[in-house]
């Protein structure tokens, strides 16, 4: 009986230490901020700035901000119905694949269709930059450019997933 006391004992330790240790990672690393400091960062709009891949370009004046904001509106307006075609075609696209009779036909029109549209989207991203060369310097333009390339990541070279011990495809 002592011995299952003990036990019991020693495994509700052990139980309450990982609830602990999972708890503390769970909460955010930064600590707790003041409640004056969190309100500060809303009212200066700092929020956009902590989303990944969007860092602030730099020494950009209020009239900067103001054309970048309303080019960046304008494109994502223009975008915005043909991401959603797209979303249409890739649903339609899982209907004919999941099929019972399968209609390769109509699955590579799909396809075709759908690689239109990305390249539509892409067109219009590019037109936004080409605005964007209109309102910021050079150096904001170099900036814009590199922090594009971070986001997209490298083209070449780019592999999938890995297999075991880190190698390719698990050859």
Known sequence: MKNNTLKSRVIGSLLMLVIIGTS????????????GQRHEQME???RDH???????????????????KA???EIE??????????????????????????DERAVNKVLEE????KTDVRKLEIAGLQ??????TEEQMLFLYKSLD???????????????QGRGGGR
């Open 71 to 73: 080019i960046h509106l």
């Open 114 to 117: 759908m690689g239109e549209l």
């Open 150 to 164: 971070k986001r997209n990541g490298p083209k070449e070279g780019r592999r999938g997933p890995r297999g075991p």
């Open 44 to 46: 200066k709009g700092d």
């Open 24 to 35: 503390v990672q769970a909460q955010d690393r930064r600590g707790p901020q003041p409640e």
């Open 131 to 136: 605005k964007a060369k209109e309102v910021l």
């Open 77 to 102: 307006k223009a975008v915005l119905p043909v991401k959603n075609q797209i979303g249409e075609k890739e649903a339609r696209l899982r209907t004919l694949v999941t099929a019972a009779n399968y």
């Open 50 to 68: 902590k989303k990944p891949g969007h860092p602030p370009i730099p020494n950009m004046t209020e009239e900067q901000k103001m054309q970048m």
